[in-house]
C-alpha cells in the first residue's frame, strides 16, 4: 500500500447525506430509533425522559455502576445495542442509491484514493460498502491490524483504503477463543449484501448463538475492548503521522469526543513544520474550525480550510480543495 496522503474522519453526516436524509445524525437518533422499535426504546425514554439517547445510555450506565450491576438495568443496556446494530443495518449500500444520489459516484472516485484511511464513527457499512462497489475497499485488511486475513479471502486483493471503525459496526462480531475464559476474537461478516463485489456468493463469517454484537453504545461512558483500541492505535500511530491532509465530513466534533481531539492534536503536531492542512466540510464549518481551536487550546486558524456547505452541495469544493 502508498504512503498515506489522507486521513479521513466521517460521522453521521455522511449517511445521512448518502442516504437523502432518511438515516439520522446523532441528535435524531432515538426519536428514529423509537420508531423501529418502540418497545425497547420507549423503556429508555420514559426512565430518563430524554430524546438525547447518548444522555440516556450514559445515564444507564450511571445507573447500572451506582446500583452494582442489577439485572434488569443490565439487560436494558445488552438489548440497546442489539436494537442499534439491527436498526444501522437498514443502511447498508444499495444500488439505488446512486440513482437518488447521482453525486455519489463522483464523489467518492474524485475524494478517495489508494493509501487513504478512515476512521469511521458510523456502525452503518454503507461507506466501506461504496467503496467496495468502485474497488476501493476490500475485506483484505480493509478494516485494519486488528483483523487478520481469513483464509477463505485470500484471493482478495489488499485493500486500498482502510476503514477504521472504532466504535464497532453492525457487521462486527465477537466470538469466545477456545480455551480462555475471557478472550474474545473481533470477526467480521461478509456478504453481498454489504459488499456489492467482494461479498458477491460468499456468506462468510456470519453470527451464530456464540455470537455478540461488537459496537460502542453512544454513551459518555465508553469501554473500548482491546480489539477496538488496536484500531485507535493504528490511527494514530500509523495514520495521523502519515497523512498529509486530515479531511472532516459530517462529524460534529463535539467536546465528550476525547479521542478525536486526541488524533486530532497527533495530526497536528507535524503541522509547525510541513505543509499539512485539515479540511472541514460540513454547514458549520466555520463554527467547528473555532471549536477545534478552543479545546485544543491552540490557534489552529491557519492551517483550517473550512468549506460551510452539506455534502451533498459542497463535495466539488471538496475535491477541488484535495486536488490542490
Not at 486526541?262 to 463554527?287: E, H
Request: proline letters at 4%.
Amino acid at each position: 500500500m502508498s504512503i498515506a496522503s489522507k486521513l479521513f474522519i466521517i460521522g453521521s453526516g455522511f449517511t445521512n447525506s448518502a442516504t437523502h436524509k432518511a438515516a439520522p445524525l446523532n441528535r435524531e437518533l432515538l426519536s428514529s430509533i423509537r420508531q423501529y422499535d418502540k418497545t425497547l426504546w420507549d423503556d429508555l425514554y420514559n426512565r430518563y425522559l430524554t430524546e438525547d439517547v447518548e444522555i440516556g445510555l450514559t445515564r444507564l450506565d450511571m445507573d447500572i455502576i451506582t446500583n452494582s450491576g442489577q439485572k434488569e438495568l443490565v439487560e436494558l443496556r445488552k438489548k440497546a445495542e442489539v436494537g442499534l446494530t439491527n436498526f444501522f443495518r437498514n443502511f447498508r449500500f444499495r444500488e439505488d442509491m446512486l440513482l437518488k444520489c447521482c453525486w455519489l459516484k463522483d464523489f467518492v472516485q474524485g475524494t478517495f484514493a489508494e493509501g487513504d484511511i478512515v476512521v469511521s464513527l458510523n456502525y452503518d457499512c454503507l461507506l466501506e460498502g461504496l467503496l467496495d462497489r468502485y474497488r476501493l475497499w476490500t475485506p483484505n485488511g480493509g478494516y485494519g491490524k486488528a483483523f487478520k486475513v481469513y483464509s477463505g479471502l485470500t484471493g482478495a486483493p489488499p485493500s486500498p483504503i482502510t476503514v477504521l471503525k472504532i466504535h464497532g459496526s453492525e457487521n462486527f462480531h465477537r466470538e469466545p477463543v477456545i480455551g480462555s475464559q475471557t478472550d474474545k476474537s473481533l470477526i467480521f461478516t461478509v456478504v453481498e449484501s454489504i459488499f456489492p463485489v467482494s461479498g458477491k456468493s460468499k456468506y462468510f463469517c456470519l453470527p451464530d448463538k456464540e455470537s455478540t454484537d461488537a459496537i460502542i453504545a453512544p454513551s459518555f461512558v465508553k469501554i473500548f475492548p482491546s480489539n477496538l483500541i488496536t484500531l485507535m492505535l493504528e490511527a494514530l500511530e500509523d495514520a495521523a503521522i502519515r497523512a498529509e491532509t486530515l479531511v472532516l465530513i459530517g462529524c460534529g466534533l463535539r467536546p465528550e469526543d476525547g479521542f478525536l481531539y486526541l488524533l486530532l492534536w497527533r495530526f497536528v503536531q507535524g503541522l509547525l513544520t510541513g505543509t499539512r492542512r485539515i479540511v472541514i466540510i460540513d454547514p458549520n464549518a466555520y463554527s467547528l474550525c473555532n471549536r477545534v481551536s478552543i479545546t485544543l487550546e491552540y490557534d489552529l486558524s491557519r492551517y483550517m480550510h473550512p468549506i460551510d456547505k452539506f455534502l451533498e452541495d459542497g463535495w466539488p469544493d471538496l475535491t477541488k480543495e484535495l486536488g490542490k
